[in-house]
């Protein structure tokens, strides 16, 4: 029984295809090739087949050609050997009447991406890229690029360069817009300038700027936002024929617009037309954010970076950033921060008034989001701190835990910008201090426990309640109540002194966390040698906190203007952090540090990041050019030395007030290492320094910055200054920035700066090897960002 299940199996499909594509009938043939590529899209290995679907390239049936090509494209790298039989029809092919085929033809041979076809590539390219017919031309143009990427020595000895320079002045649109691509394509991966706008292919790319495809408008506005304009009028002549892009249906198009008009502010000088340029900004925008979600976010991004650099541009459109019931979270919580960031006295009970409203939506996180949106209000408009405080309390009534946890958090914002004006707050809010639950809610409130406490009657039973659980606390808490209790104790001796000795005990012997142990000991020993002293310290004038809007360094702002609708935009981050490369802005290749001990204290943070106390750089003092080191200034002199010393032995150890000489010099040569060679990188490019360029380099080997500072503008610039914001290895120029002065238009200067070592001028960066840096050239200060390589 059943000896039909011990028969042979039949044979596989693929048995079956082969046989089909060798039938003698064109229609059998054209639906096995067609099984083939069913099989091959949806991940079946069919490669066994290649050289009976390479029978079939040659038919005049352009369907079945495009199908057999789309198999070659697939398989060709697991079978080179077998795509040397194609050649023939490849080459036959681009001498086809038809100009599709031709077009087809050495569009594939660019895709095969086999280093033994190029060889046989260069002469039907060479033909292709002169044919008469321009669907042909602008294929052949991308081909180029793509023989680049495989063999740049075969694409450069052939003159294929020279012939895409040549057909940027070709008669039709698209084919200079190609050609525009592949140039732009071998610029980034020659790693130089092969291909630069200037005055004689400027006028043919803005003629073909109108008539050419959406996506070639981006390549060719792409290539305008990298031309530095000769003169003013210029860049205004440009900037009249891009503004019409602004009204494309195509988002892409209207940012890449956005761009070139962006970049162009820095070089038109006529005040009227910049205001011009600011109004015609705004319609587009604000169209992008009716579409789709993801399109409407990479809008509000940009716009974000945008209105750091012109934030006149959205003053009459506030209402449009408003959160409708149906946009995504991510979308509102951006909208969020462009109304903070257009937020002014005159539309300030507007965005209270919205502020409110989003403060009772059922959406948790942009509850609070919006409960902090309106402390941060109160900081940025002063004169609308007395409403944002009432709303607040109103939200606070309202008893919903995680608006009352939120409310209490920016109300010590509030508190630390206008110190004295709303501690009568401070009993109402400890009213819900049994509810809180989120750590940054407690520790917020037992600061403005300890901060207020001479006016609240009950300050010490409030803060023995946290005592109990003390252990049990995140280390935020602890660290606020440990200086809470301190405050009480000399505010109040008498209900402070049982308390602060149970939380001194707690935090020095019963704890694990360093900082909190670490502050414990020096509050010991301050109360116990110098009550005075420890008075003057912990009781101290605070700063008034500022704006906490998001503000990005000039340099990275500069940065993201030459990248307005790409990632980095989007991310807000440099795009050497996103594994790509910033073209109009040069970012130097960041060399992997290898200094054991300070990888393992940064803990192996990736990419280069802002950190803070950035703002140094803002605050340019050129006047003195070798740093100093700074003495105790007058609110520290009622610490006497000695008792600074005190401090310093709480362990048991001193430590002198500066290293010596032989010290900072040994820890140079510990950091910077063996002496290597380093290259110069181009750190501000001409387009984003008003004409001026600098190149640069810090080597470690001889505590040297190289400088190559070029003016490439038409106008002298005259009076050099540097400066350094703090770094890891605290390096500051030891000398002023020698500068020919004025330096003339083309003249090129190279500049060799030594650098020292000063101790006060350290700080932990980002990576590591991050160097900061300001250059003062006549009425501009430039930013720029240089590594210290080997």
Known sequence: MGGKFFTASKKGENFELKAELNSEYKDKRKDAVKRVIANMTVGKDVSSLFADVVKNMQTEDLELKKLVYLYLINYAKSQPELVILAVNTFVKDTDDINPLIRALAIRTMGCLRVDKIVDYLCEPLRKTLRDDNPYVRKTAAICVAKLYDLNPTLAVDNGFLATLQDMLSDSNPMVVANAVAALGEINESAGRNVFQVNTQTLGKLLGALNECTEWGQICILKSLAEYTPQDSREAESIVEKVLPRFQHANGSVVLA?????????????????????????????????????????????????????????????????????????????????????????????????????????????????AVSAIGRVAIKVESATERCVNLLLELVRGNQSYV????????????????????????????????????????????????????????????????????????????????????????????GQEQVQKVLQLASQGSDNPDLRDRAYVYWRLLSTNPQAAKTVVLSEKPPIESNATVMSQSLLEELIQNIAFLSSVYHKPASTLGGSSSPVAVTKIKPFTDVAVEETLGGAPGPSVVKNEENLLDLDFEDDVPSTPGLGAGQSSMSKSAMTDLLDVLGTTSPSQPAAGVAQLGALAVFGTPAGVSKQVVLPAAVGKGLEISASVSRSGMVMQLTISNKGAQPIPDFAIQFNMNSYGLFPATALQVPTPLQPNQTADVSLQLIVNPQHIQVMNPPNLLQVAVKAGADVHYFNAFIEG
């Open 404 to 495: 009352v946890q939120e409310a209490i958090i920016v109300i010590k914002d509030v508190c630390r910008k206008y110190p004295g004006r709303y501690e009568a707050i401070v009993p109402v809010l400890c009213q819900h201090g049994e509810t809180l639950e989120e750590p940054d809610a407690k520790a917020a409130l037992i600061w403005l426990v300890g901060e207020h406490a001479e006016r609240i009657d009950n300050a010490a039973e409030l803060l023995v309640g946290y005592m109990d659980t003390f252990k049990e606390e995140y280390p935020q808490v602890q660290l606020q109540l440990l200086t809470a209790t301190v405050k009480l104790f000399l505010k109040k001796p008498a209900q």
């Open 257 to 369: 617009a956005v761009r070139v008009v962006m970049i162009y502010f820095n070089y038109v000088s006529n005040e009227e037309i910049t205001k011009q340029m600011s109004r015609k900004l705004s319609p587009p925008l604000v169209t992008l954010l009716s579409a789709e979600p993801e399109l409407s976010y990479v809008a509000l991004r940009n716009i974000n970076v945008i209105l750091q650099k012109r934030d006149d541009i959205f003053n009459q459109d506030m209402r449009v950033f408003f959160c409708k019931f149906n946009d995504p979270p991510y979308v509102k919580l951006e909208k969020l921060e462009v109304i903070i960031r257009l937020c002014t006295e005159k539309n300030v009970d507007q965005v209270l008034s919205e502020l409110k409203e989003y403060a009772n939506e059922v959406d948790v996180d942009f509850v609070r989001k």
